[in-house]
């Protein structure tokens, strides 16, 4: 509910901003580009991933170094009515987490770099205002998936051997809000996306009271997408 109700004020924040820059009468730039039934563009961004975790005993926390990823891909909407749409944006999302864990004096024990190359698969529902002009805020939200291309699940090795291992398959639930810019030849969107994992993606060490694994008892992604969006 936190992470609901920060995105919602900052959605409320961003179109009470917009209203103020934008409240002349401007010529309309692309009248007809929400009446076809069926829409198509891409995006690039920038990512940054965290995790969320679950501890059986009350242990020093692991540290969660994030930095930043890009994103790519592709957007598919299909027009419901005047205020709603459906989306289907696949995507490929590249990203490097870096962890600590307590307990060890030597960096190689101490650190492990996860690097996660994702292809996401969201479904969407777009909830938009009336068009203001050239501009016209929303809300999104809806499920995905991802496939972890780097998630060494399948590896023999566990951390004992440096090697840090995730499930291959996330699923998530996906919240944010943007504004659509109606420029002359496109439609420009910016928009700021909350993820979260509802699996426990963690794969665990082949000994149970590993000092890596053995105190986690989920292991959730969390991220933050920042997308530009050109239909």
Not at 59 to 73: A, H, Q
Request: aromatic share 16%; proline share 4%.
């Amino acid at each position: 509910m936190k992470n609901i109700l920060i995105l919602f004020i900052g959605f409320l924040l961003l179109c009470k901003t917009t209203s103020a820059q934008f409240n002349e009468n401007p010529v309309i730039n692309l009248e007809n580009e929400d009446k076809p039934l069926l829409n198509w563009g891409y995006f690039l961004g920038l990512n940054q991933y965290d995790f969320k975790f679950g501890y059986k005993e009350d242990l020093p926390d692991i540290l969660v170094e994030k930095t930043f990823g890009f994103n790519v891909g592709l957007i598919g909407e299909l027009r419901l009515n005047n205020f709603l749409d459906l989306r289907f944006e696949p995507g490929l999302h590249y990203n490097q987490r870096n962890l600590g864990f307590p307990g060890f004096d030597n960096e190689r024990d101490a650190i492990r770099e996860v690097k996660s190359t994702y292809i996401n698969f969201p479904l969407l529902l777009k909830v938009s205002t009336k068009r203001l002009g050239n501009w016209k805020p929303f809300l999104i939200g809806g499920a995905s998936t991802s496939l972890n291309l780097g998630s060494n699940e399948q590896s023999l090795d566990d951390n004992s051997s440096a090697t840090f291992r995730m499930k291959k398959r996330t699923y998530y639930y996906e919240m944010g809000f943007g504004i659509d810019f109606y420029l002359e030849y496109f439609k420009f969107t910016p928009s700021i996306r909350g993820v979260f994992a509802i699996n426990d993606e963690l794969v665990r060490d082949n000994d149970p009271n590993s000092p890596w694994t053995g105190n986690i008892e989920a292991m959730m992604t969390r991220g933050l997408f920042i997308n530009f969006t050109f239909e």
